[in-house]
């Protein structure tokens, strides 16, 4: 992946006119919140660097986008609206969110970035698990 597009890292709340080259690394199922009825669905997406940013589909843009944001293709994504993480909604760790909607715009690129999809994965002891219930404590660090 060529770096002639922004990177994660470059993002900040608020930011708008921008385009990223990313690779859909996660696609949970679809929920619905806890508070109240609105059905969501979180993406996870890494650019060249392997920074990752967590995405959001609400509502009827689940549906839109199902065939569209593919686990595993790579995508060019403009002017998703970005916001700050809440702790109390993130899906990963991260100082950005961004909401997809049908406002932006969505184009898949045929590259092969399957080396940016290689996860190590750290555990935590079962034994250390109590210590962090009822926190918003990110233990996949």
């Not at 080259?21 to 996660?26: L, R």
Request: charged fraction near 25%; aromatic fraction near 10%.
């Amino acid at each position: 992946m060529s770096n002639e597009f922004q990177l994660i890292r470059e993002i900040s709340s608020g930011t708008t006119g921008w385009t990223f080259k990313v690779v859909v690394a996660e696609k949970f199922s679809p929920r619905i919140a806890q508070k109240n009825p609105t059905k969501y669905q979180n993406l996870i997406l890494i650019d060249s660097e392997g920074s990752t940013v967590q995405a959001t589909l609400y509502g009827q843009n689940i549906t839109a986008f199902q065939d569209e944001l593919i686990l595993g293709k790579t995508y060019l994504i403009s002017n998703a609206l970005v916001k700050a993480t809440s702790a109390e909604y993130k899906a990963k760790s991260g100082e950005v969110q961004w909401t997809i909607s049908g406002r932006i715009r969505i184009r898949r690129v045929e590259e092969n970035n399957s080396n940016l999809l290689i996860f190590t994965y750290t555990f935590t002891d079962f034994e250390d698990l109590p210590k962090y219930m009822d926190s918003n404590i990110d233990i996949s660090k």
